[in-house]
């Protein structure tokens, strides 16, 4: 019964790099979505996505890029990661508004 | 400008009485409000929803709030226990207008002590 899994679930990135997370639903859902989770500022939709292939800006899109591939993954990619890109990252997936979250990716850029 | 607000960024609450999260919204399209529970190191779970045609829907010690003329909803929780202690965060959806997103608040940090 896994539901929604994110990984890795923390990694340190130097300013400059690049790197994928990945999130993957068991629950055949429709809407994925990423989110990051900053102290004060509750949790800030990134990018979403309403079907495989699919995928929209959220309220904080910039210096991230997404894909859907495929109906059970959700992809949120960082070209060149910046120190204000330092959050915890969850995934999610909906039915119905109803969201299911995955256990979260700490991020650190230095 | 936050759309969903919880001025309430802590509250502690003695075990057995009653704990009121308060959240409050400035886009009246929001027709639907939820909120979920979050404990360290775990994603949020879903914990009650209420739509805008109610004023009230509980769900064993919890209950939502909806005064929609004041655009405020509340969550009590009533007794409280120890294992309520976590970060509660107020949502909201347009679903006739967008269906599929959801806005969240900045959360409230809810401590019982036994």
């Known amino acids: 019964n896994a539901g929604v899994t994110q990984t890795p679930k923390f990694r340190v990135l130097k300013t400059g790099q690049s790197m994928t997370l990945l999130c993957a639903q068991d629950?055949?859902?429709?809407?994925m979505y990423w989110y990051r989770q900053d102290p004060g500022m509750g949790l800030r939709l990134i990018h979403y996505?309403?079907?495989?292939?699919?995928?929209a800006k959220g309220e904080v899109p910039d210096g991230y890029n997404v894909s859907r591939l495929k109906k059970q993954n959700f992809l949120l990619g960082l070209e060149s990661a910046a120190p204000s890109q330092t959050s915890v990252y969850f995934c999610?997936?909906?039915?119905?508004?109803?969201?299911?979250f995955g256990q979260g990716t700490r991020l650190t850029v230095v | 400008d936050q759309q969903v607000k919880q001025n309430s960024p802590s509250l502690s609450v003695q075990e057995g009485r009653i704990s009121i999260l308060n959240c409050d919204y400035t886009?009246?399209?929001?027709?639907?409000f939820l909120w979920y529970k979050k404990y360290p190191a775990e994603g949020p779970t879903f914990l009650i929803s209420?739509?805008?045609?109610?004023d009230k829907n509980e769900d064993g010690r919890f209950t939502v709030f909806l005064n929609k003329s004041a655009k405020h909803l509340s969550l009590h929780i009533v007794p409280s226990q120890p294992g309520d202690s976590a970060v509660y965060f107020c949502?909201?959806?347009?679903?006739?207008?967008?269906?599929?997103?959801?806005?969240f608040g900045p959360g409230t940090s809810l401590s019982v002590i036994p």
């Open positions: 999610a997936s909906s039915f119905l508004t109803r969201a299911f």
């Open positions: 629950m055949n859902h429709e809407y």
């Open positions: 996505s309403v079907g495989e292939g699919t995928t």
């Open positions: 886009n009246s399209m929001f027709d639907y």
């Open positions: 209420i739509s805008s045609i109610k």
């Open positions: 949502a909201a959806s347009a679903r006739k207008t967008s269906y599929d997103k959801v806005i």
